[in-house]
């Protein structure tokens, strides 16, 4: 099966700052990846899909790009409703396996 | 507005079993293949299984496979997930998902509040 890595784990940022995620697969993927935030105590909430398409509602300073095994996740300017941990996701095939996550953290 | 409301979640024994719901609105249910995604306590989301529109594909991960039995019916817009022999690692918030392709399998654009099954003796 395909392993989703995600780095860093966590991270602590200022508001305004550029954040970047990244995951890689362990095997290509094409653009078969999404990226999911979860805030405290809330569901998980889709924000890219197809690597790099915005879902409908979310905000523009989040953007995802990448292809084959290594993906990024990018915050344009961190506000402090980001606070979140982020998922990736493959979606190729089954197993629909997601990455470990990465918390995020306002400094 | 699409919502999915989970049910059925509560404390069972290990070895016992349980039937979780999902009942599904505000978009044409049979046109979706359906998902079930767990979190175990303070853990990440696990992919748990799929089930595909017209229910004649299923797809389990290695953890809950020969365990439990995803279904759908689509006339009650209602998607269901079967859980036997479980086991303590089983304890965790339940969620079902939509798929976000009609007739297809890719990202989960909606998700449900979830359920909670807790194992313990």
């Known amino acids: 099966d395909i392993q989703m890595t995600q780095s860093p784990s966590s991270l602590s940022a200022s508001v305004g700052d550029r954040v970047t995620i990244t995951c890689r697969a362990s095997?290509?993927?094409?653009?078969?990846l999404a990226w999911y935030q979860q805030k405290p105590g809330k569901v998980p909430k889709l924000l890219i899909y197809?690597?790099?398409a915005l879902q409908s509602g979310v905000p523009s300073r989040f953007s995802g790009s990448g292809s084959g095994t290594d993906f990024t996740l990018t915050i344009s300017s961190l506000q402090p409703e980001d606070v979140a941990t982020y998922y990736c996701?493959?979606?190729?095939?089954?197993?629909?396996?997601f990455g470990q996550g990465t918390k995020l953290e306002i400094k | 507005e699409v919502q999915l409301v989970e049910s059925g979640g509560v404390v069972v024994q290990p070895g016992g079993s349980l039937r979780l719901s999902c009942a599904a609105s505000?978009?044409?249910?049979?046109?979706?293949?359906m998902h079930w995604v767990r979190q175990a306590p303070g853990k990440g989301l696990e992919w748990v299984s799929s089930?595909?529109?017209?229910?004649?594909?299923?797809y389990y991960a290695d953890s809950v496979k020969g365990r439990f039995t995803i279904s759908r019916d689509n006339s009650k817009n209602s998607l269901y997930l079967q859980m036997n022999s479980l086991r303590t690692e089983d304890t965790a918030l339940y969620y079902c998902?939509?798929?976000?392709?009609?007739?297809?399998?890719?990202?989960?654009?909606?998700w449900g509040q979830g359920t909670l099954v807790t194992v313990s003796s």
């Open positions: 505000g978009f044409t249910f049979d046109d979706y293949t």
């Open positions: 089930l595909s529109w017209d229910g004649g594909s299923t």
């Open positions: 197809a690597a790099s």
């Open positions: 996701q493959k979606y190729n095939s089954a197993p629909y396996t």
């Open positions: 998902a939509k798929d976000g392709y009609t007739y297809g399998w890719g990202h989960f654009d909606y």
């Open positions: 095997q290509g993927i094409s653009n078969y």
